[in-house]
């Protein structure tokens, strides 16, 4: 089996080292040793376990990804870069035909989406990739387009609690809104609380303290007008191991449809879960 060359940007951050860690484990791919990261990192690599990834400054990118292209040959891209640069990261894959497979939220995301679309390349884009979170999602989904109104009169609280340097409001959280619309709640991802303070998380929340720099809790809250129905839905993921799993799933589902020549297209985790 040829393995699936990958190239991992946003190193040092948490995530894209979480997705290095498990893909130099996982025989389906072999890692290209160079990341593109952001303009406030100053080290020019960094050692994650065994393994030595050179980074490249935005002002350096152009040059060096001709050159890795160069020596490399075709790959697919993960991007868990900061919010910010989601769709400058993105114009760049599509200018230098790399497939991508992109978990960071934040963005102009019909911009992100018509950038792959107007491209040559095909993408999978998910604000989650935990793939048993997808999978919730796409119930709730379900449950939406099939009882509309179903919650009419009821009150929503959506809770979300993410490491202090999550910089943006939980994407998955934001997906859930327009679903509980549908449902019959009135309801504003504004209207979202949002916990980044690791104290409160412990104390409050119960966020175990060794999970505090990495962790994703949710919870939707339902409340009938008179108080005497409540309906309760959370997912609490410790870790970021379930996400880096789901994101490999996604290359390697990505790169099936790049042998079978599709190009201008965005496919969601809804896919490659239907797929598995």
Same mark, same amino acid.
């Given at each position: 089996?040829? +393995?699936?060359?990958? !190239?991992?940007?946003? @190193?040092?951050?948490?995530?894209?080292?979480?997705?290095? +860690? #498990?893909?130099?484990?996982?025989?389906?791919?072999?890692?290209?040793?160079?990341?593109?990261?952001?303009?406030?990192?100053?080290?020019?690599?960094?050692?994650?376990?065994?393994?030595?990834?050179?980074?490249?400054?935005?002002?350096?990118?152009?040059?060096?990804?001709?050159?890795?292209? &160069?020596?490399?040959?075709?790959?697919? *891209?993960?991007?868990? *870069?900061?919010?910010?640069?989601?769709?400058?990261?993105? &114009?760049?894959?599509? +200018?230098?035909?790399?497939?991508?497979? @992109?978990?960071?939220? /934040?963005?102009?995301?019909?911009?992100?989406?018509?950038?792959?679309?107007?491209?040559? @390349?095909?993408?999978?884009?998910?604000?989650? !990739?935990?793939?048993?979170?997808?999978?919730?999602?796409? !119930? !709730?989904?379900?449950?939406?387009?099939?009882?509309?109104?179903?919650?009419? /009169?009821?009150?929503?609280? @959506?809770?979300?609690?993410?490491?202090?340097?999550?910089?943006?409001?939980?994407?998955?959280?934001?997906?859930?809104?327009?679903?509980?619309?549908?449902?019959?709640?009135?309801?504003?991802?504004?209207?979202?609380?949002?916990?980044?303070?690791?104290? *409160?998380?412990?104390?409050?929340? /119960?966020?175990?303290?060794?999970?505090?720099?990495? #962790? /994703?809790?949710?919870?939707?809250?339902?409340?009938?007008?008179?108080?005497? $129905?409540?309906?309760?839905?959370? #997912?609490?993921?410790?870790?970021?191991? $379930?996400?880096?799993?789901?994101?490999?799933?996604?290359?390697?589902?990505?790169?099936?449809?790049?042998?079978?020549? $599709?190009?201008?297209?965005?496919?969601?985790?809804?896919?490659?879960?239907?797929?598995?």
């Amino acid at each position: 089996m040829n +393995r699936i060359k990958l !190239m991992v940007n946003g @190193i040092p951050g948490n995530m894209a080292a979480d997705v290095i +860690r #498990h893909a130099v484990n996982d025989d389906r791919f072999e890692l290209i040793s160079h990341s593109l990261t952001g303009p406030e990192i100053t080290e020019t690599e960094c050692t994650i376990d065994s393994v030595t990834i050179r980074l490249i400054r935005p002002e350096k990118r152009e040059q060096a990804m001709a050159s890795i292209k &160069e020596a490399e040959g075709p790959f697919i *891209t993960v991007d868990y *870069t900061h919010p910010s640069a989601v769709n400058d990261n993105a &114009e760049f894959y599509c +200018r230098h035909g790399l497939p991508f497979v @992109i978990g960071t939220t /934040g963005g102009d995301r019909k911009f992100l989406a018509d950038t792959v679309n107007a491209s040559s @390349i095909p993408a999978v884009i998910a604000p989650n !990739m935990a793939k048993q979170i997808v999978g919730f999602q796409a !119930m !709730m989904e379900y449950a939406a387009n099939t009882f509309p109104g179903l919650f009419d /009169g009821y009150s929503l609280e @959506i809770r979300e609690s993410h490491q202090k340097g999550k910089a943006d409001t939980s994407g998955t959280a934001k997906s859930m809104v327009g679903h509980f619309n549908k449902l019959g709640l009135s309801f504003s991802e504004t209207d979202i609380i949002k916990e980044r303070d690791p104290e *409160t998380q412990k104390t409050q929340w /119960g966020v175990p303290e060794e999970y505090l720099a990495g #962790h /994703g809790w949710h919870t939707y809250t339902l409340l009938s007008d008179d108080e005497t $129905v409540r309906f309760a839905f959370s #997912h609490n993921v410790n870790g970021r191991d $379930v996400y880096a799993k789901g994101t490999l799933d996604a290359v390697s589902y990505l790169s099936e449809k790049v042998s079978q020549g $599709v190009k201008g297209k965005v496919y969601s985790m809804t896919d490659v879960l239907s797929c598995q």
